[in-house]
């Protein structure tokens, strides 16, 4: 039962309430399908390998920075609990998924979920695409007479349209975010010496995939996907080999139109890491707590498109401290398990023994090959979010919380069947993320500085 509600409460998230309950939505009935799935929950919670997590203690760590950050800013009780209900239900994710999401039959349903999100989105825009458009003289900014689809002019000053999803993903790039992450996890599905079954449900979704990123025109997840192209391609024919992969896919993506007749380059993004500079300013002047949780526009007009310069301006270095402290075990963990050096190569756990206390048995034993299998597809997955995320501001949204989730259910498989060492002890992530959250800062810091110099 919790895994079906929780299936369901991402897709009412990614989806909105209105198209998947209809005139339910007016009922507020995703929060009570939030109430149940959190009730239903607590019996596995006592049980489950996610409160030994350090992503645990992080996302309660950021939620507290939530708070703070508009109760000091604003001193205004009311909007700091507002804004602290408003980040709960992205952080959630990571909890359900680690309390219910425990095989591989169930990691291959979460990943359906999301492909059925993403091509949900991609049919609807494609029909609208294809019929009753306005033309260009009627044409709205911003608008296009279509949930779907987003009206925009290029450099050239012509119109196009860019693909979007609803609610959390109604930006074309954050929906082309989303997909990016999708792609790699959808080879999940492969299987040896199968041609037509992975032609079938691999590389067909996959294409029709990476074709809803071409119709978002999004910069930032062509970028996301060349540097997949290197993660992937340099471990089998070489880092020199899949940097050229990479050149080539630019050349092939620029010449197909993929950005939409806009320019990739410093002066095309200056209007972005002028945003960037403006963000660190904030930063500087509030630097414990930042300005508040969703404030930034206020003092920018708009978001800063970059997730670190996000986090850091509305949270401070506090937020920003515990943002850290939960990417730097997720990543760290998704790239052990992808090891094969870091994997131990042991016997399956036998069918009648479960992977971990309180779950329904599965009979689905777990190799190395299938440990670092999943490893591999993971850390493709959570490249594409990060180097999308270095141009959004998709710092606390459920994309990520999601990602790591399944890297700790995975690498919780390996754990439980004595093929991985332990996770890292929490004194050390509260060291290291603190090293990481100023490492980041100056990241952004000398990439604008470097911009500014090519100006």
Not at 414 to 443: E, N, Y
């Amino acid at each position: 039962m919790g895994f079906v509600l929780s299936i369901l409460y991402f897709v009412t998230n990614y989806l909105t309430p209105v198209t998947v309950f209809g005139p339910l939505a007016a009922f507020h009935i995703e929060l009570i399908l939030a109430a149940l799935v959190a009730f239903v929950s607590l019996p596995t919670l006592l049980r489950s390998f996610m409160v030994k997590t350090p992503q645990a203690l992080a996302l309660i760590g950021l939620a507290f920075a939530v708070f703070l950050s508009v109760l000091v800013a604003l001193r205004w009780p009311r909007v700091a609990i507002q804004a602290f209900l408003d980040f709960i239900p992205n952080a959630f994710a990571y909890y359900l998924v680690c309390l219910h999401c425990n095989s591989k039959k169930r990691l291959r349903v979460v990943i359906l979920m999301l492909l059925f999100v993403c091509l949900f989105v991609i049919a609807h825009g494609y029909i609208d695409l294809r019929h009753g458009l306005p033309g260009s003289a009627s044409i709205q900014p911003e608008d296009s007479g279509t949930p779907y689809l987003l009206a925009m002019t290029n450099g050239a000053g012509e119109w196009f349209y860019r693909l979007r999803g609803l609610g959390e993903i109604n930006d074309p790039n954050d929906f082309a975010q989303l997909m990016v992450c999708v792609v790699p996890l959808v080879f999940i599905f492969w299987r040896s010496k199968r041609l037509f079954r992975n032609l079938l449900f691999v590389m067909l979704p996959v294409g029709v995939l990476l074709y809803g990123v071409f119709l978002t025109h999004s910069r930032g997840a062509l970028l996301a996907l060349m540097a997949m192209t290197v993660v992937a391609a340099r471990r089998r024919i070489g880092t020199v080999p899949a940097l050229l992969s990479a050149v080539g896919l630019f050349v092939a993506a620029t010449a197909l139109n993929f950005t939409g007749g806009r320019d990739i380059s410093t002066s095309a993004g200056s209007d972005r890491t002028a945003l960037w500079g403006e963000s660190l300013q904030l930063l500087k002047s509030h630097p414990f707590f930042g300005v508040g949780f969703g404030s930034l526009p206020d003092y920018l007009g708009h978001t800063s498109h970059n997730s670190v310069a996000v986090c850091s301006a509305e949270l401070g270095i506090f937020g920003l401290y515990f943002w850290a402290m939960f990417l730097l075990p997720t990543v760290r963990d998704a790239l052990a398990i992808a090891s094969p050096l870091k994997v131990d190569d042991v016997e399956p756990t036998p069918p009648e023994e479960v992977l971990f206390p309180g779950a329904e048995r599965t009979g689905e034993p777990v190799d190395k090959a299938e440990v670092n299998r999943l490893g591999r597809l993971l850390v493709l997955s959570l490249t594409g979010f990060l180097v999308a995320g270095w141009f959004l501001s998709r710092a606390f949204v459920v994309t990520l919380f999601l990602l790591g989730g399944l890297v700790e259910v995975v690498f919780e498989m390996a754990l439980r069947q004595g093929m991985i060492t332990s996770r890292m002890r929490l004194a050390r992530v509260l060291r290291l993320a603190g090293v990481l959250a100023i490492l980041l800062v100056l990241l952004v810091y000398v990439m604008l500085r470097i911009t500014n110099l090519m100006h």
